[in-house]
């Protein structure tokens, strides 16, 4: 089986975003033209480049229709749950990273089921698992949190340390049905500038991640590059290319992607490199062209008025009302958050203007008694 | 962008038309149309060839220095049987390379796609580079790859039928998803067929009927040969694709989505 490793390793990354800056307003008409799926890797180039840029709004209007068209007027709502803010890694741009002093907290079995009981109340039916990296916070921690979250909600993510194969495989028998693991940068320069110490050091491992999920028969996996670590674009287009290797060797697998500009975080200022809302739109609507099937996702990193707007260029999931500390919906709202969220609205505020917009906010969309789960309807008769 | 050249189990072919061998009224005019095709990859039929280690027939026009054999099962109803057929044909013609063909019908000759992957399974394990002929079927081709299939030759349409790309539509996703090369097999009854398989993104197209029935197969070979570099040209050198735009935006007025961005970052 191909490994995205070796893929990755026959592209260099300065030569792709050199290649990405002499596209011509003419290769981006070309992609354009193209029939629906069918667009390959230099298109995906052309869509990205400063060229595109005059067609934006011919793309997002392309990006639009693509996506009513797979997922109808529909938006997955989903919130984060974070478990631990623990970490012994040192990286540049997180709040979270070893030698921030700052409270480090890991929810117990009690803590966990208040969060969850309030992301409940709220509606959420799926919910996405948050912890930094250590080995307090491996499978077993993960697994007992997925048992004790199971009979609460249909959709469990998580987003917390790469792991090896069959412990990805066990998770799975815990009911994990997705996970993100973005890779930050496919530029290794700019990695190894970014990741100090720690396991998240090693960037072979992380690139490898997805393949090992595929392996593992983990439905859905969720990629994605921290814009304003190195240059936008090209991080879009190996991106691109982790999704079609995904797509093409993974094929039983659904794709997620995810847009994460670099935001303001305690502990310190990094150089960021430009990628604004404008960009980020032009990135989401090449990815709609290039798989129109991947789930699009929209962040609480930005704005309430940004999401507004964007929210129907392509997107298919937002995240609302999100807190980003280990406590934050339940008992400790206004502690250190690994990032700062840019729209307060409670997930009933932003349901509620969807449906304004004529969007239908999904909260569930599968169950779990599908996987062999007893679902929720079955606890509660039971007890 | 330039075509990568077409390996299959780590042989290279720079010709993309490969023949089969039945049909042909006479030896003489089956050598001719191989070398008028150019191809470097030819199916014998194992029905056609003796294993008791005699002389044979078909082999003696066919120059295996030039053309690597490629032996077909077509006859085995079941997994079972292609197993056998392959052991035979491995002793008689000298090559672990397999078309495989099963197909318990005899009227329309439609590939059995239960038998084939279990086959797959069975003949990998025993070392065969194995290239299982299946329905335009794009699961059961990713499962034939996972079986470690060598490549996937779906059909364009029923075998013999000349009727061209009648799968296209799932001819396309398997193309865009194999991991192995795709070789669109059966069916194929012009050299246009031939030009819009490469184009569509086929690694290569095996032609029979078309050639072998033609009234001058010699003349039909070659234009099997220009049908199918012309397709591979075409594909390197950047189809625009097709007359509607990607967009294919209604003509009723759409409201623009981009306008609340500015015009730069």
Redesign the interface.
């Known amino acids: 089986m191909?490994n995205f490793l070796d893929v990755w390793k026959r592209h260099d990354f300065a030569e792709v975003a050199r290649r990405i800056a002499s596209k011509t307003p003419a290769d981006v008409d070309?992609?354009?033209?193209?029939?629906?799926?069918?667009l390959?890797m230099?298109d995906l180039a052309a869509l990205l480049s400063p060229a595109a840029s005059p067609f934006?709004?011919?793309?997002?209007?392309?990006c639009?229709?693509?996506t009513v068209e797979r997922f109808g007027r529909t938006m997955r709502l989903f919130a984060p749950l974070y478990l631990s803010n623990a970490c012994a890694n040192v990286c540049t741009y997180c709040g979270f990273s070893a030698h921030n002093k700052i409270r480090r907290k890991t929810l117990s079995d009690a803590e966990i089921l208040a969060e969850a009981a309030v992301l409940r109340s709220h509606g959420f039916d799926s919910v996405l698992l948050v912890t930094g990296e250590t080995g307090r916070v491996g499978k077993d921690y993960l697994s007992n949190a997925l048992r004790l979250l199971r009979p609460h909600f249909s959709g469990l993510w998580i987003e917390v340390q790469p792991l090896p194969e069959d412990e990805y495989a066990a998770l799975g028998a815990d009911g994990l049905s997705a996970v993100l693991v973005y890779q930050e940068t496919y530029d290794a320069d700019a990695y190894k500038r970014n990741h100090l110490s720690g396991a998240k050091a090693d960037i072979e491992w992380r690139l490898g991640t997805p393949d090992r999920l595929g392996r593992a028969g983990i439905k859905k996996i969720g990629l994605g590059a921290l814009f304003g670590l190195s240059d936008w674009r090209a991080d879009a287009w190996f991106t691109g290319l982790h999704l079609r290797h995904v797509?093409?060797?993974h094929?039983r697998t659904k794709t997620a992607i995810s847009f994460p500009r670099l935001r303001p975080h305690e502990g310190g200022e990094i150089p960021v490199t430009?990628?604004?809302?404008?960009?980020l739109?032009q990135a989401a609507c090449a990815f709609r062209?290039l798989s129109p099937e991947a789930e699009l996702s929209l962040s609480t990193r930005e704005s309430e008025?940004?999401r507004n707007?964007a929210f129907?260029?392509g997107f298919t999931s937002m995240s609302a009302g999100s807190r980003t500390n280990p406590g934050g919906y339940a008992s400790a709202p206004e502690s250190l958050e690994q990032f700062e969220i840019d729209d307060a609205r409670s997930p009933a505020e932003v349901a509620a203007f969807l449906r304004s917009q004529g969007y239908e906010p999904v909260w569930k969309d599968w169950d779990s008694t599908y996987d062999g789960f007893a679902g929720r309807r079955a606890v509660a008769a039971a007890s | 962008?330039s075509a990568n050249p077409l390996i299959i189990a780590g042989v290279e072919f720079s010709s993309r038309l490969f023949l089969g061998t039945g049909k042909f009224s006479s030896g003489e005019a089956m050598r001719l149309s191989l070398e008028a095709s150019g191809t470097q990859l030819v199916t014998v039929a194992l029905g056609r060839v003796r294993t008791g280690g005699e002389s044979d027939d078909i082999l003696s026009h066919l120059d295996t220095t030039r053309y690597r054999l490629l032996p077909n099962t077509s006859g085995t109803r079941t997994a079972k049987e292609a197993v056998l057929a392959a052991e035979l044909a491995r002793e008689a013609l000298g090559t672990h390379w397999l078309k495989l063909e099963i197909h318990p019908d005899p009227k329309y000759l439609m590939p059995d796609p239960v038998e084939t992957l279990l086959a797959t399974e069975l003949l990998v394990k025993r070392g065969f580079v194995v290239l299982p002929y299946v329905h335009a079927d794009p699961v059961l081709c990713?499962r034939l790859e996972e079986a470690g299939a060598a490549a996937v030759m779906p059909l364009g349409a029923p075998i013999g039928s000349n009727l061209g790309l009648e799968s296209r539509a799932f001819l396309?996703i398997i193309i865009?998803?194999?991991?192995v090369p795709v070789v669109v097999d059966a069916g194929l009854g012009a050299p246009s067929h031939a030009a819009a398989a490469l184009e569509m993104g086929a690694d290569a197209v095996l032609v029979n009927t078309a050639i072998a029935a033609a009234d001058d197969p010699v003349l039909m070979a070659r234009a099997f040969r220009l049908g199918v570099e012309a397709g591979l040209l075409a594909r390197i050198s950047?189809l625009?694709?097709?007359p509607l735009?990607?967009?294919?935006?209604?003509a009723s007025a759409?409201s623009?989505?981009?306008?609340?961005?500015?015009e730069?970052?």
């Not at chain 1, 070309?30 to 069918?38: D, I, M, V």
């Not at chain 1, 934006?56 to 392309?62: N, S, T």
């Not at chain 1, 430009?274 to 960009?279: A, K, V």
Request: hydrophobic fraction near 40%.
């Open positions: 191909m070309r992609a354009l033209g193209r029939a629906r799926g069918s390959g230099e934006l709004e011919e793309m997002a209007q392309a639009h229709h693509a797509e093409t060797v094929w430009p990628f604004s809302e404008r960009d739109i062209l008025a940004f707007k129907k260029i | 962008m990713k396309e865009a998803q194999s991991g950047g625009t694709g097709m735009r990607h967009g294919a935006i209604p759409t623009p989505l981009t306008s609340f961005l500015g730069t970052g």
